[in-house]
């Protein structure tokens, strides 16, 4: 099949998700001549229901690379100032928050993972980086010291390194021969988003409910963003899934849990067996293919792991791309990659396990574990720090991943 003539670049970004813009906008704030490389059409319609939760530090590396934009984020995100957890139908822990100080970017935000792509859009458009839609790389071979690309457009491209940001089924870590390692979580988990009734406004709370009355005991967390709830609704293992999911089997059951008329107000639905998984390693064998973001890790979404650990993929590996382009030999130029892929790999192992922590904390159904949580609900009236075990468990822990740059 014959292929048009090919571009080169230094650096090519696959996959224009959040991670693939992030890389973009870092490549571009370093000076990097890049591209992106898209598989889908412009134009083209993203999930709901994933990434609402944005850290601080996100914000913080973010406004670093496209000054603007954490602050904007910021500004069309909420901060919900009350937190809640209850236990069989009664509350065992609130905390409320002071107002976040308007000078500084606030702890959090919570907007939607099509807003959070919109603005990083809109801070690539002030670029002058190029987007190829309908452009699968299909395949990447890596001779005399640069990756060669060939596209489902069958357009030939070449650069000295590849951040592979193409999502879970990624075929630049495909084409690199790694595999990922991890589990799967056990139970299956319906996540909803509704969007807000203005005229009937739900509290402005995070809300954890463990073994929910009116659910059968089933575990239920409603997590507010900007224009909406999501409801995250965990089955027990031998639930039949299909009752509980679709637009149908929602209807069916949301009713139970929030006002009758938000049944009208989904806006989506999704249904997941949490992936726990990390690739072996985060470059290849070359040095030259550097994988980020669901390329490279999958995390249940419990402690918000994925997307604000995607960044500092990026972000890292955009700054590697550039010593190694500067490197004045091969040794050091393996260095600087090599860095970001232990670094980086570090963290994700980290994050799994910190999520893998938070799993076990709300399904975990061993008779221990349900006895130290039950026995928490009972004493936390008199002692608030098992109340506050309760609260922070479905989040798994608070620290950072040691020896890393970045929080997450
Ligand atoms: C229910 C749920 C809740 C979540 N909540 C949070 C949260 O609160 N906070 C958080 O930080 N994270 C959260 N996450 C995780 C977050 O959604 C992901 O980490 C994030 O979307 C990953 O982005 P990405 O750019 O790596 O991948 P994707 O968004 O999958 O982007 C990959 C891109 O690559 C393109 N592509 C694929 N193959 C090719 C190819 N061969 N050639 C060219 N292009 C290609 C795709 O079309 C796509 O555009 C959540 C996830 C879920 C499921």
Redesign the pocket.
């Known amino acids: 099949m014959s292929h048009q003539s090919s571009q080169s670049l230094p650096v090519i970004v696959?996959?224009?998700?959040?991670?693939?813009l992030t890389a973009a906008l870092a490549l571009h704030h370093l000076g990097i001549p890049t591209a992106i490389?898209?598989?889908?059409p412009e134009g083209r319609q993203r999930p709901g229901?994933?990434?609402?939760?944005?850290h601080q530090k996100t914000l913080e590396l973010l406004e670093g690379i496209a000054p603007g934009l954490g602050w904007t984020m910021a500004r069309h995100g909420i901060v919900w100032p009350v937190k809640r957890t209850w236990f069989r139908g009664r509350e065992v822990y609130a905390r409320r928050y002071p107002p976040p100080d308007p000078q500084k970017l606030p702890p959090f935000t919570s907007l939607p993972?099509v807003e959070i792509e919109r603005h990083l859009w809109d801070a690539l458009h002030r670029t002058d980086v190029p987007v190829y839609w309908n452009?699968?790389?299909?395949q990447l071979t890596v001779a005399d010291n640069a990756v060669h690309l060939v596209?489902s457009a069958q357009r030939q491209w070449e650069a000295a390194y590849v951040i592979g940001?193409?999502?879970?089924?990624?075929?630049v870590r495909h084409q690199a021969g790694i595999r990922m390692e991890g589990s799967r979580s056990a139970n299956t988990y319906i996540?909803v988003d509704v969007a807000e009734d203005e005229a009937h406004p739900l509290p402005l709370e995070r809300v954890f409910h463990y073994e929910h009355p009116a659910m059968e005991g089933r575990n239920v967390l409603f997590v507010p963003f900007a224009g909406g709830w999501r409801i995250d609704l965990q089955l027990y293992r031998d639930d039949a899934v299909d009752a509980f999911a679709g637009l149908d089997g929602v209807r069916s059951w949301l009713p139970r849990i929030l006002p009758a008329f938000y049944q009208d107000r989904v806006t989506w639905v999704?249904t997941?067996q949490f992936l726990q998984v990390v690739a072996e390693s985060f470059v290849d064998a070359h040095h030259r293919l550097l994988l980020?973001?669901?390329?490279a890790h999958l995390f249940a979404?419990f402690g918000?792991?994925?997307?604000?650990?995607?960044v500092p993929d990026a972000i890292l590996a955009a700054r590697a791309a550039d010593a190694a382009l500067k490197a004045s030999d091969e040794g050091e130029r393996v260095a600087a990659i090599r860095s970001f892929a232990d670094e980086r790999r570090r963290a994700a192992l980290y994050n799994r396990d910190a999520a893998g922590i938070a799993l076990e904390h709300i399904q975990g159904e061993s008779a221990g574990m349900r006895a130290k949580r039950a026995a928490a609900a009972l004493l936390s009236p008199v002692w608030p720090e098992f109340g506050r075990w309760l609260d922070e468990g479905p989040y798994g822990p608070r620290s950072s991943p040691p020896g890393v740059s970045t929080k997450y």
């Open positions: 696959v996959g224009a998700g959040p991670v693939g490389l898209e598989k889908d229901s994933r990434a609402i939760y944005v993972q452009e699968e790389v299909q596209t940001a193409d999502g879970a089924h990624s075929t996540v999704s997941y980020t973001g669901e390329a979404p918000a792991r994925g997307f604000n650990s995607g």
